[in-house]
C-alpha cells in the first residue's frame, strides 16, 4: 500500500506565477489535509478536505489560497500570484477517518524566487 | 487557541544514551490528544507516540516512551539507547478532541543530534 504522495517533490516559481501541488493520499483514505512548514518552524494546518468537500478551511489565508479534493483524482493546493512569503514546505497528510491516524507525505518544497 | 512550546531549539546524545526532549501546551480543555512526530532529512513526518490526556499512563513505544504531567501540562519525550537513525527534529503535537478531523497545532520543534 503506497504511502502518501505528493508531488512534485520541488516546485520553483517566479513571483507572480501560480503554484499547483498534488497530493494522493493513501487507498482508502477520504480525509486530507494540508500543512504548511515556513523555515525553522512547526508545521501549521491549513485546511482539511474529505471528497468533494472542504471541511475547515480556518488556517487558509484568504486571497490567494484554494484546494480541492475531487470525486476522481488528486488532492490540489493552488497557490495564485506567488509572493516569496509563500517559499515554504507544503505536507500533505490522510487518514481513513476523522478519528484515525494521520500519514503524511513527504512535502513539497516551494521556492519562490 | 491553544499553543504548544518546545524550549529546546536543540539536543544532543551520545549513542545509546538515554535524551528527554521537553515540550509544554495551553489548553483550558480537559480532553485532548498529544503526539510526537520524527522528521529525518527525508521530510517526511513519523508518527512516534501518542497519548489520550484521559489516561494517565504514560504511553510507551519500545525505546521512547513520554511522561505526561496532566496539572502541569507537560509532555516529554524520553528516548533510550540512542541510536544514529534516531537523529532527526522533533515536534509535539496537540489535538483537541472536540475538533473534527486531525487539526494539529505543532511546536516549532527540537533538533536532535546523535554522536557516535
Known amino acids: 500500500n503506497a504511502g502518501v504522495m505528493q508531488n512534485p517533490r520541488h516546485l520553483v516559481r517566479r513571483r507572480g506565477q501560480e503554484a499547483r501541488l498534488r497530493c494522493s493520499p493513501m487507498k482508502g483514505h477520504s480525509h486530507v489535509y494540508w500543512y504548511r512548514q515556513l523555515p525553522e518552524e512547526g508545521l501549521k494546518f491549513m485546511v482539511y478536505?474529505?471528497?468533494?468537500?472542504?471541511?475547515?478551511e480556518s488556517g487558509m489565508p484568504k486571497e490567494r489560497f484554494s484546494a480541492e479534493f475531487p470525486k476522481e483524482g488528486p488532492s490540489i493546493l493552488r497557490i495564485q500570484q506567488v509572493v516569496r512569503g509563500d517559499s515554504a514546505a507544503y505536507f500533505c497528510?490522510?487518514?481513513?477517518?476523522?478519528?484515525?491516524?494521520?500519514?503524511f507525505g513527504s512535502g513539497t518544497q516551494l521556492s519562490v524566487l | 487557541a491553544q499553543t504548544v512550546t518546545q524550549s529546546q531549539p536543540e539536543m544532543s546524545v551520545q549513542e545509546a544514551e538515554t535524551v528527554t526532549l521537553s515540550c509544554t501546551y495551553d489548553?483550558?480543555?480537559?480532553?485532548?490528544?498529544l503526539f510526537w512526530y520524527k522528521q529525518p532529512p527525508s521530510r517526511q513526518m513519523i508518527l512516534v507516540i501518542r497519548q489520550e490526556a484521559y489516561k494517565q499512563q504514560n504511553a510507551t513505544e519500545n525505546r521512547f516512551s513520554v511522561n505526561f504531567q496532566k496539572a502541569a501540562k507537560s509532555f516529554s519525550l524520553k528516548i533510550s539507547d540512542s541510536q544514529l537513525g534516531d537523529a532527526a527534529m522533533y515536534f509535539c503535537a496537540y489535538r483537541s478532541s472536540g475538533e473534527y478531523g486531525n487539526k494539529l497545532v505543532f511546536g516549532a520543534g527540537t533538533i536532535l543530534r546523535v554522536k557516535s
Open positions: 497528510a490522510s487518514s481513513r477517518s476523522q478519528d484515525e491516524k494521520l500519514f
Open positions: 489548553t483550558s480543555e480537559s480532553d485532548y490528544y
Open positions: 478536505l474529505q471528497k468533494e468537500n472542504i471541511i475547515d
